[in-house]
């Protein structure tokens, strides 16, 4: 049983940053892609980032894209969100999860595990 924790979110006000950490346990945390997505109050689950295995190739969606990173560490199990210049539109749970999607794992359901998922709130 692989288990994701997430961690660092919180309220910060817009043009601030955050960084969120996924905390993996249970099998080999580098023979996974792993995937940023987030679901904000009455919309649906919004795919934000993903990187393969090895950090050698990221993806991000357009929305994001320039002030977030993502990254991992595979000796310490762990994959990161850096989200910079933040905005209300931000606001949301924010979850990782691990799979070994084909392509560039923008789709959710190529995911095979998933954390509990960890609230940034962005006021303006």
């Known amino acids: 049983q692989v288990q994701l924790v997430e961690s660092g979110g919180g309220l910060v006000q817009a043009g601030g940053s955050l960084r969120l950490s996924c905390a993996a346990s249970?099998?080999?945390?580098?023979?996974?892609?792993m995937g940023w997505f987030r679901q904000a109050p009455g919309k649906e689950r919004e795919f934000v980032a993903a990187?393969?295995?090895?950090?050698?190739?990221?993806y991000y969606s357009d929305s994001v894209k320039g002030r977030f990173t993502i990254s991992r560490d595979n000796a310490k199990n762990t994959v990161y969100l850096q989200m910079n210049s933040l905005k209300p539109e931000d606001t949301a749970v924010y979850y990782c999860?691990?799979?070994?999607?084909?392509?560039?794992?923008?789709?959710?359901?190529?995911?095979?595990?998933w954390g509990q998922g960890t609230q940034v709130t962005v006021s303006s």
């Open positions: 249970g099998r080999t945390f580098s023979s996974y892609a």
């Open positions: 990187i393969n295995w090895s950090g050698g190739t990221t």
């Open positions: 999860a691990a799979g070994q999607p084909g392509d560039w794992g923008i789709d959710g359901n190529e995911y095979d595990y």
